[in-house]
């Protein structure tokens, strides 16, 4: 039921988004020629973020009851946003030590439930970056279970590029707001 509201809310922002859009796919090469890819792109990775910045102060991760792990920045566990390259569903080398520290976690903690939430920058349309906000979500999804995560801990939404982790209409905003955020509840 909460993911059908969810669900039918996002499908409300993302119709009322396109109204309003009026950023022209043909300027920033994301029109349909890269819809629904899974491809990985060229890019720079820097491996500067580390994630820690996600789940301070905005209510995502509710599980109060974490263990101080979670706060250790030396524990991958601490870093709960894996981020992407641009228009790239696959989760970049540096993070997969951190998907897989949160698989054996909720492995081993089978009553432990997380959201996983795709974001995307804001180029590209709205139904656009909503559809490539699931497909990160869902690459992660998919990493974790194949680690042995029960398919009833994990919960997937799409946000698009409408909860930008940053404001800014430059690559360093963009490469902040290309992420999946991982909040435990």
Same mark, same amino acid.
């Given at each position: 039921?909460?993911?059908?509201?969810?669900? !039918?809310?996002? #499908?409300?922002?993302?119709?009322? =988004? *396109?109204?309003?859009?009026?950023? @022209?796919? +043909?300027?920033? $090469? !994301?029109?349909? #020629?890269?819809?629904?890819?899974? =491809? *990985?792109?060229?890019?720079?990775? @820097?491996? +500067?973020?580390? $994630?820690?910045?996600?789940?301070?102060?905005?209510?995502?991760? *509710?599980?109060?009851?974490?263990?101080?792990?979670?706060?250790?920045?030396?524990?991958?566990?601490?870093?709960?946003?894996?981020?992407?390259?641009l228009d790239?569903?696959?989760?970049?080398?540096?993070?997969?030590?951190?998907?897989?520290?949160?698989?054996?976690?909720?492995?081993?903690?089978?009553?432990?439930?997380?959201?996983?939430?795709?974001?995307?920058?804001?180029?590209?349309?709205?139904?656009?970056?909503?559809?490539?906000?699931e497909q990160?979500?869902?690459?992660?999804?998919?990493?974790?279970?194949?680690?042995?995560?029960?398919?009833?801990?994990?919960?997937?939404?799409?946000?698009?590029?409408?909860?930008?982790?940053?404001?800014?209409?430059?690559?360093?905003?963009?490469?902040?707001?290309?992420?999946?955020?991982?909040?435990?509840?």
């Open positions: 039921m909460t993911l059908s509201k969810k669900t !039918l809310a996002l #499908a409300m922002i993302a119709v009322l =988004a *396109s109204g309003c859009s009026s950023t @022209d796919e +043909s300027e920033n $090469g !994301l029109g349909d #020629a890269t819809q629904g890819s899974d =491809a *990985s792109t060229s890019g720079y990775n @820097d491996g +500067s973020m580390s $994630g820690s910045q996600f789940g301070s102060g905005n209510g995502f991760n *509710s599980g109060s009851n974490l263990g101080p792990e979670f706060s250790d920045p030396n524990n991958p566990l601490s870093k709960q946003v894996i981020y992407f390259e790239s569903a696959q989760v970049k080398q540096d993070y997969v030590p951190v998907v897989a520290a949160h698989a054996r976690y909720l492995a081993s903690h089978p009553n432990q439930h997380v959201i996983l939430a795709g974001h995307a920058d804001e180029r590209g349309s709205s139904e656009y970056n909503i559809a490539l906000g990160r979500a869902k690459s992660v999804e998919r990493m974790m279970r194949s680690q042995g995560v029960g398919s009833g801990q994990l919960e997937v939404v799409s946000y698009g590029e409408e909860k930008p982790a940053v404001s800014g209409h430059d690559e360093s905003a963009w490469q902040q707001n290309r992420r999946v955020e991982v909040g435990y509840q």
